[in-house]
């Protein structure tokens, strides 16, 4: 019987300190923790922290489309929640509510994490954190998940969003489809910057526009036909011109 209840203490001891290893520098957990983890996990089962949330609402079903960050169904990927890393996890992001929802331990039945309790999780090879507003940046950026795009000297964020749109016409009647949008953000000195168009972009890099510009149309990489991609390459320059 001492053995016994010695066993989840160890377990919940060596979580808490892989995890406090564990710095958001990294898109994977530490592999050194991993079997520990997963071991833990599975013992506590339907008793872990994780399973503490609420019911996840439905959508009309006449909406077309689907709520979710790139599929339907739940994928597997990590969360830190509470403190505590969960790995294996079945999950979906919904990019409406701006909520994480995995399914009930051992059971169908979708719930939804409580926010607050989310630092930081990963999904279909992009990385989430939470980032919550202050009052330096309250007029750019709101609390919420921010998918890490990159993270070196600067740190680029996409904010991921679904929302619902509803037309009424006299011939096709009522009509209702999930509408994604995708918004920029780049953080430098704790300032987010948005970036919404390719002036902003060479705005932001005033001290090397001209360099930047030449880069770009070099590479024919045009804002218009990807903002994503044209942040993303343009930053990864610009770290590389000022190391």
Known sequence: MILNC????????????FNTLYAQDSISPPTSSSNAIAFYNKFIGEDAHLYNGSEHALYDFRIKGFPYFESNVLQV???NYDSIL??????????VRDELTINRYNQNFRMTLVNDKI?????LNHYFVRIIQDSL???TITTGFYDRLYNGKLKLFAKRQKKIIETVTAEEGDKLWFEESDSYFILRNNIYFSIKDK???????KDRKKDLKKYLRKNKIK????????????IEYYDKLKN
């Open 119 to 123: 630092a930081y999780f990963s999904l």
């Open 86 to 95: 969960y790995q294996q996890i079945n999950m979906a992001y919904d990019i």
């Open 137 to 139: 940046n309250r007029a």
């Open 77 to 79: 990927g990590f969360v």
């Open 6 to 17: 010695r066993v989840p203490v160890y377990f919940f001891i060596s979580i808490l300190f």
């Open 199 to 205: 002036n902003n972009l060479f705005d932001f890099f």
């Open 223 to 234: 804002f218009k036909d990807g903002p994503e991609t044209a942040i993303l390459k343009a």
